[in-house]
Each structure stands twice: as C-alpha cells, then as structure tokens.
C-alpha cells in the first residue's frame, strides 16, 4: 500500500506546551520521513526528517520519533510559540514505487 | 539564489478548458516533482521528473500530463477541466532523483492556485 495517514487534522495547545503529530504508514519498504511546515499562504518547507537506520532525530525545539515495528512516525514540538501555527505534513518514501507520499496535514493553532 | 518559480501564481478557468502551468526549479537541480494540494486531501502526488524523463506517475486521470525540457523547467497541462481539478498545484525540486535522496529534500514553489467555474 502507499497511504500516509496523519493524525490529528487539528491541533489548538497553548503557548508553551508541546504538540505531538502522528502519522502510519502502509508500505513496510519505506525508509526515508520528512516533515514539512506550510505557514498560511506560503510554501511547505523541510523542518525535519528522519531515515529508517535511526529511532530518534532532535533539532532544537523539534524532534521525530520512529518506530519501525509499528510503522508509525509522530513529529514534538516542545515549549512552542506562536510562530510554530502552520499546517504540518509528515511523508514517506515509498521504496518500491519511489514516490514521495504526503499525509493529509495537520493544522496547528498555538494560542498565546 | 532564485528559488523555485511558479507561474501562473492564480488562474480560474471554465470547464472543458485546459490549463499550462510552469515550473522553474532552482539552478542546478535537475528533479522536478508537481503535487496537488486540496483541503483535507493533503499533497498528492502527480508526476516526477528528471532529465525530461518522466520517472513516476501519481494516481490521477490522463487529463493531467507534463513536461521537462533540458533546462530542467517543467510544465504540466491539465486538459478539459472539470471542478474538481480546482486546486494549488506544486512544484517541487530536488537535487537528485527521488530514489537516491541525496539531500532528501525537496524545495517547493508557491503554487499556481486553479480555479475551475
């Protein structure tokens, strides 16, 4: 299969607390994840990704988690801040149909 | 250095029409992928290309099809257009081709939005 499926759609947390986004995949072979911001009226751009050889990935504020096993992948945000309001889109790399497929989004409101 | 260009940036057609959209990748990467983007739906896949080669096709009807020349700007053309086609459609470019992800990322352009009446 080549679904992605992301969850929650929305997400409203207060300024300061964290957000946790969740996504599985179908396809066992996938081994590459990325995650996409898209803030209002502007393009999606790489925030973070993480490959199949590694469990964890942390930059700054901003960690992804993977779980093999499962297949599932989930994106924290910790401490966020009102900037961090934007759509989220998780992805993974098909290998066998070497396509990259997108999640539905998720849309994040920080609330100050 | 330039970014990904789009253009047109809106456009709104009738039904039955067709439409052309381009893409300008940055300078120097030679993959470009188009996505289509509705509420709810997320990005979808449409088509990628590398070196005027089309490497993959996304689950969508023979209406949508594209293009790249040896610039490595790419076109796609989305003929007799039906309501549900109204969406912002992406391009993206990569350094490499997918399979390798060599950077692993993709920059994206800021999308031609379609509206179809």
């Known amino acids: ?112 | 250095k330039a970014g990904v260009t789009q253009t047109p940036r809106y456009l709104i057609k009738t039904r039955g029409q067709q439409v052309t959209l381009s893409c300008s990748p940055i300078s120097g990467h030679r993959s470009v992928s188009w996505y289509q983007q509705t509420p709810g739906q997320g990005l979808q896949f449409l088509f990628e290309y590398f070196s005027e080669t089309q490497r993959n096709k996304g689950n969508f009807p023979g209406r949508f099809s594209g293009r790249q020349f040896s610039n490595s700007r790419s076109e796609m053309n989305v003929s007799t257009l039906e309501l549900g086609d109204s969406a912002l459609y992406l391009c993206a470019s990569s350094l490499g081709v997918l399979v390798a992800y060599s950077t692993g990322e993709l920059f994206f352009g800021e999308g031609s939005r379609l509206t179809v009446l």
Do not use: M
């Not at chain 1, 751009?45 to 992804?64: C, T």
């Open chain 1, 1 to 112: 299969g080549e679904n992605v499926e992301q969850h929650p759609s929305t997400l409203s947390v207060q300024e300061g607390d964290s957000a946790v986004i969740k996504c599985t995949y179908s396809d066992s072979a996938s081994n590459y994840f990325p995650w996409y911001k898209q803030e209002l009226g502007k393009r999606p751009q790489l925030i973070i990704d993480i490959r199949s050889n590694v469990g964890e990935k942390k930059d700054q504020r901003i960690a992804v988690t993977l779980n093999k096993t499962a297949k599932h992948f989930s994106l924290h945000i910790t401490e966020t801040q009102p900037e961090d309001s934007a759509v989220y889109f998780c992805a993974a790399f098909i290998q066998g149909a070497q396509k990259l497929v997108f999640g539905q989004g998720t849309r994040l409101t920080i609330n100050p």
